[in-house]
Each structure stands twice: as C-alpha cells, then as structure tokens.
C-alpha cells in the first residue's frame, strides 16, 4: 500500500461544476496536510493546508478531513479552465518534517 | 517579502559526472528540504537542512549529499549521476515550527544523458 494514495486521472468537469479530488493516506499519527497545485513543467504552488478533523474554505477551495477514515478531500466550486492543473496532497509524516506526497490527480476543466 | 529561488534552472550532464543545484530560501525561513520529482510522479522527499545540519533523509544514496549555510541558502551535490537522475529537482523552504508549511521554488530540471 502506497503511503498516500490518488486518483490520478485525468478527471474531467465542465466549467463552473464542482471539482471533488481524494487522498487516502496510511499513518494515522500524520498531524498536517497540504494540496498543491502543479501546472504542466511549474513547481508546486501551495493552495491549502489543513490540520484539524473538519472543513476548511479559502476562497473557492475547501478541504476537507477525516483522521478516522485517514481521507483527505480538496473541493473546487465554480471551476475554471485555468484550474486544469495536477493537484498534490502531501501528508506530514509523524515525528519528522518531511512531506510525503502521492503522485497527483490531474483535473481538465473544460470550457 | 523574498520567495525561494533555485538555479540553474535547467542542466545536462552525462552520466558519471557531478552537479551541484542551489537554493535560496524565502525571507524569515531556516529550514530547506530538497526533493526530486520524477516525470509524472510525486515530489520524493530528499533531506532536510535545519541549523546548518542533515535532518532527516528519504531513501536516497550517499551520492546525494548537502550543504546549508549561515543565511540559510543550501547545496543539494549529486556525485556520479546515472541516467535515472533525470528529474525536476525541487527545493522547499520553511520556518521551524509545530505546523510548518513548505512553499517551492521553481525547480531545476536535470537531464542525464
């Protein structure tokens, strides 16, 4: 079992839906979670980082988790063409501060 | 406020050689981590720099070594590079804390031939 686990697609939604991308992961003592957001031959960008069982929205975005079900959600509303992108969770292992990242869900939003 | 800045950008080397990739680390950061990414794959988790020091390795080989320095920029040396070398190599500063967050800069791609 990979460390953290994604979709990685490509999914694909119509401009303005709702974009839904997933991320399991295996450590159950990880205590920090991050997505980024990866354009084609661009670093990561960060877009959200969340550390409490719950949502958190900023904007567009919410993420979403659930340390029970060690599952990790980020939500994009009225998505845009310029979201089409490869977004990246990175999960904090515990005791350390290395970044553990699955291999990235690619979404195309179409116009 | 100054973001994280690498160089070069891009790089080709042949196989056997040695590379040396910098970064500066973004304005009020102490902390760099080097990754490498691998087409169509994840960033993998290099090492850690703190205070000048290794703190934490993923799985790489020795050949992979590193420097931080007093205003906190970092060397990230790769000796005898193999063809499976080839990548985009990321650096990621941070300020040591309980829930520090890592911002990118923009990489250096790296071509083995």
């Given at each position: 079992q990979k460390e953290v686990e994604q979709n990685s697609g490509p999914l694909s939604v119509p401009e303005g839906a709702i974009a839904s991308l997933n991320c399991t992961y295996?450590?159950?003592?990880?205590q920090s979670f991050f997505w980024y957001r990866q354009y084609s031959g661009k670093s990561p960008e960060l877009i959200m980082s969340i550390y409490s069982n719950g949502d958190k929205e900023d904007g567009r975005f919410t993420a979403q988790l659930n340390k029970a079900s060690q599952y990790v959600s980020l939500l994009i509303r009225d998505s845009q063409p310029s979201d089409s992108a490869t977004y990246l969770c990175a999960v904090s292992a515990s005791g350390t501060y290395k970044y553990i990242f699955g291999t990235g869900t690619r979404l195309k939003v179409l116009a | 406020e100054t973001g994280v800045t690498q160089s070069p950008t891009h790089l080709i080397k042949t196989r056997g050689q040695q590379v040396t990739l910098r970064c500066s680390s973004q304005s009020g950061h102490n902390t760099v981590s080097w990754y490498q990414q691998a087409l169509g794959q994840g960033p993998q988790f290099i090492f850690q720099y703190y205070r000048e020091e290794e703190n934490g390795r993923g799985n790489f080989p020795p050949r992979f070594s590193g420097l931080q320095f007093p205003n906190y920029s970092s060397e990230l040396n790769v000796n005898a590079l193999e063809l499976d070398d080839s990548a985009l190599y990321l650096c990621a500063s941070s300020a040591r804390g309980t829930q520090e967050t890592q911002y990118f800069g923009p990489g250096t791609r790296l071509l083995v031939l």
């Open positions: 295996s450590d159950r003592g990880s | -």
